[in-house]
Protein backbone atom coordinates (compact mmCIF):
# COMPACT_ATOMS: atom_id res chain seq x y z
CA UNK A 1 0.00 0.00 0.00
CA UNK A 2 2.67 2.07 1.04
CA UNK A 3 4.77 1.86 -1.82
CA UNK A 4 1.65 2.18 -4.64
CA UNK A 5 1.11 5.95 -2.52
CA UNK A 6 4.98 6.62 -3.17
CA UNK A 7 4.98 5.73 -6.95
CA UNK A 8 1.81 7.69 -7.33
CA UNK A 9 3.27 10.61 -5.31
CA UNK A 10 6.11 10.31 -7.30
CA UNK A 11 4.18 10.57 -10.49
CA UNK A 12 2.47 13.87 -9.56
CA UNK A 13 5.86 15.23 -8.25
CA UNK A 14 7.44 14.68 -11.41
CA UNK A 15 4.45 15.99 -13.37
CA UNK A 16 4.26 19.48 -11.19
CA UNK A 17 8.25 19.70 -11.17
CA UNK A 18 8.42 19.03 -15.11
CA UNK A 19 10.27 21.50 -17.49
CA UNK A 20 7.44 23.88 -17.70
CA UNK A 21 7.49 24.89 -14.07
CA UNK A 22 10.93 24.78 -13.85
CA UNK A 23 10.96 27.05 -17.25
CA UNK A 24 8.18 29.91 -15.79
CA UNK A 25 9.77 30.15 -12.57
CA UNK A 26 13.60 30.89 -14.17
CA UNK A 27 11.81 32.71 -16.96
CA UNK A 28 9.63 35.04 -14.00
CA UNK A 29 12.92 36.04 -12.85
CA UNK A 30 14.90 36.35 -15.58
CA UNK A 31 12.36 38.65 -17.09
CA UNK A 32 11.92 40.59 -14.00
CA UNK A 33 15.88 40.88 -14.09
CA UNK A 34 15.90 42.37 -17.42
CA UNK A 35 12.90 45.04 -16.84
CA UNK A 36 13.75 46.03 -13.61
CA UNK A 37 18.12 46.16 -15.11
CA UNK A 38 19.70 43.73 -12.87
CA UNK A 39 18.24 45.47 -9.58
CA UNK A 40 19.00 42.99 -7.03
CA UNK A 41 22.87 43.44 -8.21
CA UNK A 42 22.57 47.09 -7.85
CA UNK A 43 20.67 47.52 -5.28
CA UNK A 44 22.15 45.18 -2.94
CA UNK A 45 24.45 47.25 -0.92
CA UNK A 46 21.04 49.33 -0.43
CA UNK A 47 18.99 46.76 0.72
CA UNK A 48 21.52 45.70 3.28
CA UNK A 49 21.17 49.43 4.75
CA UNK A 50 17.65 49.37 4.95
CA UNK A 51 17.55 46.09 6.69
CA UNK A 52 20.23 47.14 9.10
CA UNK A 53 18.25 50.36 9.90
CA UNK A 54 15.26 49.18 10.09
CA UNK A 55 13.10 52.60 9.82
CA UNK A 56 9.44 52.11 10.55
CA UNK A 57 8.10 54.85 7.73
CA UNK A 58 4.60 54.36 8.56
CA UNK A 59 1.89 53.47 11.06
CA UNK A 60 0.08 50.35 9.00
CA UNK A 61 1.85 47.29 9.69
CA UNK A 62 1.84 45.35 12.57
CA UNK A 63 5.71 44.46 12.81
CA UNK A 64 8.90 46.07 11.90
CA UNK A 65 10.37 45.51 8.35
CA UNK A 66 12.88 43.93 10.33
CA UNK A 67 10.81 41.60 11.92
CA UNK A 68 8.52 40.59 8.83
CA UNK A 69 12.17 39.47 7.06
CA UNK A 70 12.95 37.91 10.42
CA UNK A 71 9.49 36.18 10.01
CA UNK A 72 10.30 35.48 6.10
CA UNK A 73 13.42 33.86 6.94
CA UNK A 74 12.63 31.89 9.98
CA UNK A 75 10.20 30.07 7.30
CA UNK A 76 12.53 29.93 4.42
CA UNK A 77 15.52 28.94 6.22
CA UNK A 78 14.59 25.50 7.96
CA UNK A 79 15.56 22.21 6.90
CA UNK A 80 15.52 22.86 3.15
CA UNK A 81 19.15 24.43 3.88
CA UNK A 82 20.13 21.43 5.76
CA UNK A 83 18.00 17.98 4.16
CA UNK A 84 17.11 19.65 1.45
CA UNK A 85 20.43 20.68 -0.23
CA UNK A 86 21.64 16.91 0.87
CA UNK A 87 18.35 15.77 -1.04
CA UNK A 88 19.06 17.74 -3.92
CA UNK A 89 22.94 16.99 -4.36
CA UNK A 90 22.13 13.20 -3.70
CA UNK A 91 19.58 12.91 -6.53
CA UNK A 92 20.67 15.34 -9.04
CA UNK A 93 24.61 15.32 -8.50
CA UNK A 94 27.12 18.21 -7.44
CA UNK A 95 25.37 19.77 -10.80
CA UNK A 96 22.06 20.60 -8.44
CA UNK A 97 23.84 22.97 -6.43
CA UNK A 98 25.27 25.20 -9.84
CA UNK A 99 21.25 25.30 -10.60
CA UNK A 100 19.79 26.17 -6.70
CA UNK A 101 22.42 29.00 -7.24
CA UNK A 102 21.30 30.45 -10.60
CA UNK A 103 17.67 29.97 -9.85
CA UNK A 104 18.15 32.21 -6.53
CA UNK A 105 20.16 35.16 -8.55
CA UNK A 106 17.26 35.43 -10.63
CA UNK A 107 14.85 34.94 -7.70
CA UNK A 108 15.97 37.44 -5.79
CA UNK A 109 14.19 39.87 -8.73
CA UNK A 110 11.09 38.01 -7.87
CA UNK A 111 11.24 38.24 -3.79
CA UNK A 112 11.60 41.86 -4.58
CA UNK A 113 7.98 42.40 -6.92
CA UNK A 114 7.18 40.01 -4.30
CA UNK A 115 7.46 42.19 -1.59
CA UNK A 116 6.94 45.33 -3.46
CA UNK A 117 3.15 44.02 -4.10
CA UNK A 118 2.77 43.19 -0.87
CA UNK A 119 3.21 47.28 0.57
CA UNK A 120 1.21 47.89 -2.43
CA UNK A 121 -2.11 45.98 -2.32
CA UNK A 122 -2.38 45.30 1.28
CA UNK A 123 -5.35 46.13 3.32
CA UNK A 124 -6.79 46.45 6.65
CA UNK A 125 -9.01 43.98 8.06
CA UNK A 126 -12.26 44.99 10.07
CA UNK A 127 -10.24 43.95 13.50
CA UNK A 128 -7.20 46.02 12.71
CA UNK A 129 -4.90 43.86 11.33
CA UNK A 130 -3.02 44.11 8.27
CA UNK A 131 -3.50 41.56 5.48
CA UNK A 132 -1.82 41.04 2.35
CA UNK A 133 0.48 38.48 -0.14
CA UNK A 134 -0.70 37.21 -3.52
CA UNK A 135 -4.24 36.66 -2.87
CA UNK A 136 -4.55 40.37 -2.48
CA UNK A 137 -2.19 41.44 -5.10
CA UNK A 138 -4.48 39.38 -7.28
CA UNK A 139 -8.18 40.75 -6.59
CA UNK A 140 -6.85 44.22 -5.98
CA UNK A 141 -3.84 44.81 -8.51
CA UNK A 142 -4.92 42.41 -11.22
CA UNK A 143 -8.81 43.09 -10.48
CA UNK A 144 -12.27 41.44 -8.85
CA UNK A 145 -12.63 39.15 -11.40
CA UNK A 146 -9.24 37.52 -10.82
CA UNK A 147 -10.54 36.54 -7.65
CA UNK A 148 -10.58 32.65 -7.95
CA UNK A 149 -6.99 32.29 -9.17
CA UNK A 150 -6.46 34.47 -5.26
CA UNK A 151 -8.50 31.93 -3.85
CA UNK A 152 -6.24 29.19 -5.67
CA UNK A 153 -3.19 30.15 -4.32
CA UNK A 154 -4.95 30.44 -0.83
CA UNK A 155 -5.63 26.97 -1.26
CA UNK A 156 -2.79 25.93 -1.77
CA UNK A 157 -0.60 28.03 0.56
CA UNK A 158 -3.16 26.33 3.48
CA UNK A 159 -1.66 23.07 1.94
CA UNK A 160 1.38 23.74 2.08
CA UNK A 161 1.65 24.80 5.37
CA UNK A 162 -0.25 22.24 6.77
CA UNK A 163 0.86 19.25 4.91
CA UNK A 164 4.34 20.01 3.33
CA UNK A 165 6.93 23.08 4.20
CA UNK A 166 5.28 23.94 7.10
CA UNK A 167 4.77 21.05 9.63
CA UNK A 168 5.74 17.31 8.52
CA UNK A 169 9.21 18.05 6.51
CA UNK A 170 10.45 20.04 9.15
CA UNK A 171 9.42 17.67 12.52
CA UNK A 172 10.59 15.17 10.57
CA UNK A 173 13.60 16.63 10.01
CA UNK A 174 14.33 17.68 13.07
CA UNK A 175 13.03 14.19 15.10
CA UNK A 176 15.48 12.20 12.82
CA UNK A 177 18.17 14.70 13.74
CA UNK A 178 17.54 13.93 17.21
CA UNK A 179 17.51 10.06 16.79
CA UNK A 180 20.70 10.02 14.89
CA UNK A 181 22.14 11.28 17.60
CA UNK A 182 20.88 9.95 20.81
CA UNK A 183 19.62 6.35 19.33
CA UNK A 184 21.21 5.79 15.73
CA UNK A 185 21.07 1.91 16.66
CA UNK A 186 17.55 2.57 17.69
CA UNK A 187 17.91 0.48 20.75
CA UNK A 188 14.82 1.99 22.71
CA UNK A 189 12.05 1.70 20.92
CA UNK A 190 8.14 1.50 21.24
CA UNK A 191 5.88 0.66 19.05
CA UNK A 192 3.36 3.32 17.79
CA UNK A 193 0.68 2.74 14.47
CA UNK A 194 2.02 -0.30 13.33
CA UNK A 195 5.64 0.55 13.69
CA UNK A 196 8.64 0.67 16.10
CA UNK A 197 9.50 3.93 16.67
CA UNK A 198 12.79 5.05 18.80
CA UNK A 199 11.95 7.08 21.96
CA UNK A 200 14.07 9.62 20.66
CA UNK A 201 12.14 10.49 17.92
CA UNK A 202 8.49 10.60 20.41
CA UNK A 203 10.00 12.50 23.34
CA UNK A 204 11.82 14.88 20.59
CA UNK A 205 8.20 15.25 19.02
CA UNK A 206 6.14 15.85 21.83
CA UNK A 207 8.89 18.73 23.32
CA UNK A 208 8.12 20.37 19.58
CA UNK A 209 4.74 20.45 20.04
CA UNK A 210 4.55 21.76 23.10
CA UNK A 211 7.02 25.11 22.41
CA UNK A 212 5.39 25.42 18.96
CA UNK A 213 2.17 25.45 20.51
CA UNK A 214 2.89 27.94 22.75
CA UNK A 215 4.41 30.48 19.94
CA UNK A 216 1.59 30.16 17.40
CA UNK A 217 -0.73 30.56 19.60
CA UNK A 218 0.20 34.27 20.73
CA UNK A 219 -0.26 34.90 16.83
CA UNK A 220 1.97 37.48 14.63
CA UNK A 221 3.65 39.13 17.28
CA UNK A 222 4.66 36.29 19.63
CA UNK A 223 5.93 34.81 16.23
CA UNK A 224 8.00 37.73 15.06
CA UNK A 225 9.40 38.19 18.83
CA UNK A 226 10.66 34.83 18.83
CA UNK A 227 12.21 35.08 15.06
CA UNK A 228 14.18 38.46 15.74
CA UNK A 229 15.87 36.67 18.31
CA UNK A 230 16.48 32.92 16.88
CA UNK A 231 16.67 33.91 13.11
CA UNK A 232 20.24 36.06 13.42
CA UNK A 233 21.43 33.89 15.64
CA UNK A 234 20.95 30.73 13.79
CA UNK A 235 22.06 31.95 10.96
CA UNK A 236 25.53 33.70 12.06
CA UNK A 237 26.05 30.29 14.06
CA UNK A 238 26.03 27.94 10.83
CA UNK A 239 27.39 29.79 8.71
CA UNK A 240 30.71 30.37 10.94
CA UNK A 241 30.59 26.59 11.68
CA UNK A 242 30.41 25.82 7.62
CA UNK A 243 32.82 28.65 6.74
CA UNK A 244 35.23 26.29 9.35
CA UNK A 245 34.99 23.58 7.46
CA UNK A 246 35.56 25.45 4.29
CA UNK A 247 38.05 26.92 5.52
CA UNK A 248 39.87 23.90 6.85
CA UNK A 249 39.54 22.71 3.39
CA UNK A 250 40.43 25.16 1.57
CA UNK A 251 42.46 23.60 -1.21
CA UNK A 252 39.94 21.22 -2.67
CA UNK A 253 37.26 24.05 -3.04
CA UNK A 254 37.97 24.71 -6.59
CA UNK A 255 37.76 21.50 -7.34
CA UNK A 256 34.74 21.21 -5.86
CA UNK A 257 33.38 24.05 -7.86
CA UNK A 258 34.78 21.68 -10.85
CA UNK A 259 32.95 19.37 -9.97
CA UNK A 260 29.76 21.46 -9.29
CA UNK A 261 29.80 23.51 -12.92
CA UNK A 262 30.67 19.87 -14.82
CA UNK A 263 27.30 18.30 -13.19
CA UNK A 264 25.26 21.07 -13.66
CA UNK A 265 25.80 20.39 -17.78
CA UNK A 266 26.06 16.47 -17.66
CA UNK A 267 29.86 16.91 -18.68
CA UNK A 268 30.64 14.16 -16.27
CA UNK A 269 27.69 12.21 -17.44
CA UNK A 270 28.48 8.70 -19.97
CA UNK A 271 28.45 9.00 -23.52
CA UNK A 272 24.08 9.95 -23.90
CA UNK A 273 23.43 10.87 -20.83
CA UNK A 274 24.96 14.39 -20.46
CA UNK A 275 21.38 15.47 -21.32
CA UNK A 276 19.31 13.61 -18.63
CA UNK A 277 21.77 14.47 -15.89
CA UNK A 278 22.11 17.78 -16.90
CA UNK A 279 17.72 18.01 -16.66
CA UNK A 280 18.27 16.04 -13.43
CA UNK A 281 20.47 18.27 -11.72
CA UNK A 282 17.90 21.36 -12.72
CA UNK A 283 14.60 19.53 -11.92
CA UNK A 284 16.75 18.58 -8.01
CA UNK A 285 18.23 22.04 -7.68
CA UNK A 286 15.77 24.52 -8.75
CA UNK A 287 12.98 22.63 -7.01
CA UNK A 288 14.95 22.38 -3.51
CA UNK A 289 16.20 25.81 -4.38
CA UNK A 290 12.22 26.99 -4.21
CA UNK A 291 11.76 24.44 -1.00
CA UNK A 292 14.42 26.24 0.58
CA UNK A 293 14.66 30.12 -0.38
CA UNK A 294 10.49 30.41 -1.95
CA UNK A 295 11.44 32.93 -4.36
CA UNK A 296 8.49 32.62 -6.73
CA UNK A 297 5.95 30.84 -4.10
CA UNK A 298 4.26 33.59 -2.93
CA UNK A 299 4.57 33.19 0.76
CA UNK A 300 7.48 35.75 1.96
CA UNK A 301 5.00 38.70 0.71
CA UNK A 302 2.68 37.59 3.35
CA UNK A 303 5.15 38.41 5.96
CA UNK A 304 5.84 41.22 4.79
CA UNK A 305 2.18 43.50 4.25
CA UNK A 306 2.71 43.11 7.94
CA UNK A 307 5.58 45.74 7.99
CA UNK A 308 5.24 48.81 9.41
CA UNK A 309 6.35 50.59 6.35
CA UNK A 310 4.49 52.77 3.41
CA UNK A 311 7.21 52.69 0.99
CA UNK A 312 6.71 49.36 -1.41
CA UNK A 313 9.73 49.41 -2.97
CA UNK A 314 12.14 49.80 0.19
CA UNK A 315 10.20 46.43 1.81
CA UNK A 316 11.01 45.03 -1.79
CA UNK A 317 14.63 45.85 -1.59
CA UNK A 318 14.21 44.61 1.97
CA UNK A 319 12.18 41.44 0.86
CA UNK A 320 14.81 40.30 -1.23
CA UNK A 321 17.91 39.99 1.02
CA UNK A 322 15.77 36.61 2.35
CA UNK A 323 16.81 34.72 -0.73
CA UNK A 324 20.81 36.22 -0.77
CA UNK A 325 20.96 35.00 2.88
CA UNK A 326 18.86 31.49 2.55
CA UNK A 327 20.66 30.54 -0.82
CA UNK A 328 23.19 32.56 -2.02
CA UNK A 329 24.74 32.21 1.17
CA UNK A 330 23.37 29.25 3.64
CA UNK A 331 22.90 26.56 1.16
CA UNK A 332 25.97 27.40 -1.05
CA UNK A 333 27.80 26.69 2.23
CA UNK A 334 25.93 23.37 3.10
CA UNK A 335 26.07 22.17 -0.59
CA UNK A 336 29.93 23.21 -0.59
CA UNK A 337 30.65 21.13 2.84
CA UNK A 338 28.64 18.15 1.04
CA UNK A 339 31.09 18.03 -2.35
CA UNK A 340 33.93 18.77 -0.61
CA UNK A 341 33.90 15.81 1.51
CA UNK A 342 32.11 13.50 -0.67
CA UNK A 343 29.08 12.36 1.26
CA UNK A 344 26.71 13.12 -1.15
CA UNK A 345 28.17 9.89 -3.02
CA UNK A 346 28.12 7.35 -0.23
CA UNK A 347 24.80 5.67 0.21
CA UNK A 348 23.43 8.10 3.11
CA UNK A 349 19.91 9.66 2.94
CA UNK A 350 18.72 13.12 3.81
CA UNK A 351 20.23 14.83 7.22
CA UNK A 352 22.81 12.00 7.12
CA UNK A 353 25.00 13.30 4.39
CA UNK A 354 24.88 16.89 5.63
CA UNK A 355 25.69 14.82 9.35
CA UNK A 356 28.60 13.27 7.76
CA UNK A 357 29.95 16.20 6.11
CA UNK A 358 30.11 18.17 9.21
CA UNK A 359 31.69 15.32 11.16
CA UNK A 360 34.18 14.67 8.49
CA UNK A 361 34.97 18.73 7.99
CA UNK A 362 35.01 19.75 11.58
CA UNK A 363 37.91 19.67 13.78
CA UNK A 364 36.14 18.52 16.51
CA UNK A 365 34.75 14.63 17.58
CA UNK A 366 31.80 13.26 15.61
CA UNK A 367 29.90 13.53 18.46
CA UNK A 368 30.20 16.77 18.78
CA UNK A 369 30.04 17.92 15.13
CA UNK A 370 26.48 15.74 15.31
CA UNK A 371 25.14 17.84 18.05
CA UNK A 372 26.29 20.91 16.05
CA UNK A 373 24.83 20.19 13.31
CA UNK A 374 21.02 18.83 15.49
CA UNK A 375 21.06 21.92 17.06
CA UNK A 376 21.33 24.22 13.63
CA UNK A 377 18.79 21.79 12.55
CA UNK A 378 16.24 22.18 15.38
CA UNK A 379 16.67 26.10 15.18
CA UNK A 380 16.10 26.39 11.43
CA UNK A 381 12.94 24.12 11.46
CA UNK A 382 11.58 25.20 14.51
CA UNK A 383 11.07 28.93 13.52
CA UNK A 384 10.48 27.05 10.13
CA UNK A 385 6.81 25.75 12.06
CA UNK A 386 6.34 29.15 13.24
CA UNK A 387 6.74 30.97 10.30
CA UNK A 388 4.36 28.88 7.87
CA UNK A 389 1.62 28.70 10.59
CA UNK A 390 1.50 32.67 10.09
CA UNK A 391 1.37 32.40 6.28
CA UNK A 392 -1.27 29.61 6.54
CA UNK A 393 -3.19 31.61 8.85
CA UNK A 394 -3.45 34.48 6.46
CA UNK A 395 -4.27 32.10 3.55
CA UNK A 396 -7.52 30.96 5.55
CA UNK A 397 -8.00 34.37 6.81
CA UNK A 398 -9.05 34.87 2.78
CA UNK A 399 -10.59 31.80 2.22
CA UNK A 400 -12.84 32.37 5.48
CA UNK A 401 -13.40 36.14 4.77
CA UNK A 402 -11.36 36.76 8.20
CA UNK A 403 -13.11 34.30 10.32
CA UNK A 404 -11.28 34.57 13.72
CA UNK A 405 -13.30 31.40 14.91
CA UNK A 406 -11.42 29.59 11.79
CA UNK A 407 -7.76 30.80 12.63
CA UNK A 408 -8.55 29.63 16.30
CA UNK A 409 -9.27 25.69 15.21
CA UNK A 410 -6.62 26.15 12.80
CA UNK A 411 -3.88 27.11 14.98
CA UNK A 412 -4.87 23.88 16.72
CA UNK A 413 -5.22 21.65 13.66
CA UNK A 414 -1.78 22.89 13.07
CA UNK A 415 -0.25 21.99 16.23
CA UNK A 416 -1.89 18.13 15.69
CA UNK A 417 -0.34 17.84 11.95
CA UNK A 418 3.60 19.00 13.67
CA UNK A 419 2.52 16.17 16.00
CA UNK A 420 2.05 13.79 14.03
CA UNK A 421 4.84 14.57 11.69
CA UNK A 422 7.32 12.23 12.90
CA UNK A 423 5.53 9.48 12.26
CA UNK A 424 5.27 10.09 8.41
CA UNK A 425 7.83 8.63 6.41
CA UNK A 426 10.71 11.04 4.52
CA UNK A 427 10.30 10.33 1.01
CA UNK A 428 6.35 10.38 1.15
CA UNK A 429 6.44 14.09 3.10
CA UNK A 430 9.72 15.46 0.84
CA UNK A 431 7.25 14.40 -2.33
CA UNK A 432 4.28 16.13 -0.55
CA UNK A 433 6.05 19.00 -0.04
CA UNK A 434 6.95 19.37 -3.50
CA UNK A 435 3.97 18.69 -5.13
CA UNK A 436 2.05 21.45 -3.11
CA UNK A 437 4.69 23.89 -3.77
CA UNK A 438 4.78 23.64 -7.70
CA UNK A 439 1.05 24.35 -7.29
CA UNK A 440 1.15 27.12 -5.06
CA UNK A 441 3.70 28.82 -7.81
CA UNK A 442 1.52 28.93 -10.35
CA UNK A 443 -1.08 31.57 -9.54
CA UNK A 444 1.31 33.36 -8.17
CA UNK A 445 3.88 34.00 -10.79
CA UNK A 446 1.00 34.86 -13.09
CA UNK A 447 -0.10 37.51 -10.98
CA UNK A 448 4.23 39.13 -10.94
CA UNK A 449 3.89 38.63 -14.73
CA UNK A 450 0.56 40.77 -14.93
CA UNK A 451 1.76 43.06 -12.76
CA UNK A 452 5.23 43.80 -13.99
CA UNK A 453 4.78 47.06 -15.54
CA UNK A 454 3.21 48.18 -11.41
CA UNK A 455 6.92 46.31 -10.08
CA UNK A 456 8.40 48.80 -12.97
CA UNK A 457 6.63 51.60 -12.55
CA UNK A 458 6.70 52.15 -8.49
CA UNK A 459 10.46 50.87 -8.68
CA UNK A 460 11.24 54.08 -10.88
CA UNK A 461 8.87 56.68 -9.87
CA UNK A 462 10.96 55.57 -5.83
CA UNK A 463 14.38 56.23 -7.06
CA UNK A 464 13.38 59.07 -8.94
CA UNK A 465 11.97 60.49 -5.92
CA UNK A 466 14.93 59.52 -3.38
CA UNK A 467 17.67 61.41 -6.23
CA UNK A 468 15.76 64.72 -5.80
Known sequence: MLDS?????TAVDDAVWGIPLIVMILATGIFLTIRLKGLQVRKLLLAFRYMLSDEKDGDTGD????GALCTALSATIGTGNIVGVATAIVAGGPGALFWMIVAAIFGTATKYAEGLLAIKYRTVA??????GGPFYYIENGMGKQWRWLGKIFAFFGLCVGLMGIGTFTQINGITSAVNNFFDPNNLHTIDLFGRSYSWSVVIAG?????LVAFVVIGGIQRISSVSQVVVPFMAIAYVAFALLILLLNISAIPGAIAEIVQGAFGLRAAAGGALGAMISAMQKGIARGIFSNEAGLGSAPIAAAAAQSNEPVKQGLISMLGTVIDTIII????GLTIVITGTWDMGLEGVAVTTKAFQMGLP???QVSSFILMLCLIFFAFTTILGWDYYSERCLDYLSHNNATA?????????????IGPYMTVSAVWTIADIFNGLMAIPNLIALLALNGVVVAETKKYFEKIRK
Open 5 to 9: MNKFL
Open 331 to 334: CTMT
Open 63 to 66: ISSF
Open 126 to 131: EDGHVV
Open 364 to 366: FSA
Open 206 to 210: IVLTV
Open 407 to 419: VKCFRWLYIACVF
